[in-house]
């Protein structure tokens, strides 16, 4: 049996290694030798689990265990989830993971690390949990260009949003259903203020240029500033609120960022809900293509880390190659995107949302308090929305609309 080792016994990790039991004789079809988890490592003991007795403490018991061929991370967090990979990648072991955070920061130093060593750094469960995305973009769709990608990328903050919509539920409240299960990040943060989505987006645009676009350089806006009355109003508008890692090639260059977004009923992201993802692509040759699944939890996302498990068992001694490069894009400027936004504020500043928006279409809801209103603004560049809300004051609620 092709030996290996987890990283990580949380809820992916533990799922990889139920999956490959589960599995195997699945997995014989395409790995005749079978593949079999020799070490498990966690700072944690386990000693409900049948698995206990593979748990180490230690990494180097797994470094210098000549046996172990590959290693699937799913620790999470920068360190030590590099340093380990980075050993082991140095040691010609190959190296899988779901560990966005990790890619997003140095996916091109760990690709190359791995071809200098004849061995591979895949990370399919990085991106859209079970959805098979990595692949297709790295190998499938290499001959496109790639002209736009809008994605529903965070199934922890889709599930929210579909909670507070659908059940009219707080935020507080649907998140805490959300942590429980064990669709959130241990800090929640990441998954609300939109850090996880642009890291998955970043990661994305980066396979789609074929060169890295750094997340710290994409705007980035969460949800948790998103209210119940903002989806009344959507609802009126037969619009849905989605968070979406959009990247667009425009004349000015390649636009990416994050942030919620209102889309149309026939948008095909209008109807993604609960914790699921779903990635839409545009090639110049292929056209439209809509990726859809479960963008979190324990067996899709641990599905994913194991098809990279089984692609590195059958190809053991070699280096699979990435389009990505360390070469950075640089991204248009954010301020000449161009938008129309929905707004709330209070009715005070009727007078001056036409004096400072022009031709603004009003918006009404049933859940409208007395004391305010909502409307659409024309078509601005962010700059210009910049210069004209601060002129107009404050505002209760802004969101772009995806397109018009
Ligand atoms: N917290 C992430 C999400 C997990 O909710 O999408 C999967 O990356």
């Known amino acids: 049996m092709i030996k290996m080792a987890v990283l990580g016994f949380g809820t992916v990790g533990s799922g ?114 079970g959805i098979p ?37 707080s935020f507080e409240e649907a998140l805490k259903e959300a942590q429980d299960s064990g669709y959130a990040e241990r800090n929640p943060e990441a998954d609300v203020e939109g850090h996880d989505a642009c890291r998955k987006i970043a990661i994305l645009s980066s396979l789609a240029c074929g060169k890295t676009v750094r997340y710290e350089d994409i705007p980035c806006e969460g949800i948790s500033g998103i209210t119940k009355e903002d989806f009344g109003y959507a609802r009126k508008m037969g619009m849905a609120i989605k968070l979406l890692g959009v990247m667009k090639r425009e004349k000015s260059g390649l636009c990416v960022r994050t942030a919620p977004f209102m889309l149309k009923a026939d948008h095909p992201l209008y109807s993604v809900r609960d914790v699921f993802n779903a990635v839409f692509v545009h090639g110049n040759m292929v056209d439209d293509l809509m990726f859809y699944g479960r963008g979190a939890g324990k067996f899709p996302t641990a599905s994913a880390v194991v098809s990279d498990i089984m692609q590195l068992a059958a190809t053991l001694g070699t280096n699979l190659p990435c389009v990505w490069s360390a070469e950075t894009v640089s991204l248009s400027d954010s301020g000449q995107e161009r938008y129309r936004y929905f707004v709330r504020a209070d009715k005070g500043l009727q007078e001056a949302a036409k004096k400072n928006f022009g031709q603004i279409e009003y918006v009404h809801s049933d859940m409208s308090a007395e004391d305010e209103i909502a409307f659409i603004t024309p078509r601005l560049t962010e700059d210009e929305w910049a210069k004209s809300s601060t002129a107009f004051g404050d505002v209760i609620s802004k969101i772009r609309l995806l397109s018009d």
């Open 133 to 169: 995305i990595i692949r297709p973009l790295n190998e499938c769709l290499k001959q496109e260009e790639i002209t736009s990608i809008y994605g529903i990328l965070n199934g922890t903050t889709n599930y929210i949003m579909t909670r507070m919509e659908e059940a009219g539920l």
């Open 16 to 129: 990889v290694v139920e999956l490959i039991d589960i599995n195997q004789e699945v997995i014989r079809r395409a790995v005749p030798e079978g593949i079999y988890v020799k070490h498990i490592l966690d700072l944690r003991e386990f000693p409900d689990s049948p698995y206990n007795d593979r748990v180490t403490h230690d990494f180097e018991d797994i470094l210098n265990d000549p046996e172990i061929r590959i290693i699937c991370e799913t620790m999470g967090g920068k360190e030590p989830a590099y340093t380990f990979t980075k050993k082991a990648l140095e040691r010609g072991i190959s190296v899988c993971t779901s560990n966005k955070e990790l890619v997003a920061a140095f996916g091109p130093e760990l690709l190359k690390t791995a071809a200098d060593n004849h061995c591979s750094y895949l990370f399919e469960a990085s991106v859209g949990g």
